[in-house]
């Protein structure tokens, strides 16, 4: 399946952005779909995952209560919705598409191109 992440931008701390990300093809249904961020010098981490048809979903411990994950089958489309944003949320985020629904990025099969997200303070 084929990604491609928007919505990033620069924002002030405590201010909200929603990502989104648009998929490619009739299957998106049955991958579980995941957020994923990069930082600069940093290693790419998790940020959230959701499963085929939405119902569980899964965080890191460093964005729960602050940033929602949700999918819309109909439109292949997933969501981030980041509010509370802090500066060390800075990042290039990517959305990927895989089998499991997983924290960990070896489990995810189709990445997206990212989109930079640039929180001030």
């Known amino acids: 399946v084929q990604l491609q992440a928007s919505g990033g931008g620069l924002v002030q701390a405590w201010g909200s952005l929603r990502l989104s990300c648009a998929a490619s093809g009739r299957t998106f249904s049955t991958y579980v779909m995941g957020w994923f961020r990069q930082a600069p010098g940093k290693e790419r981490e998790f940020v959230a995952a959701i499963s085929r048809l939405g119902i569980s979903t899964n965080y890191a411990d460093s964005v729960k209560g602050r940033f929602a994950i949700s999918r819309d089958n109909a439109k292949n489309t997933v969501y981030l919705q980041m509010n509370s944003l802090k500066p060390e949320d800075t990042a290039v985020y990517y959305c990927?598409?895989?089998?499991?629904?997983?924290?960990?990025?070896?489990?995810?099969?189709?990445w997206g191109q990212g989109t930079l997200v640039t929180v001030s303070s």
């Open positions: 990927a598409a895989g089998p499991l629904l997983s924290s960990r990025h070896s489990q995810y099969t189709d």
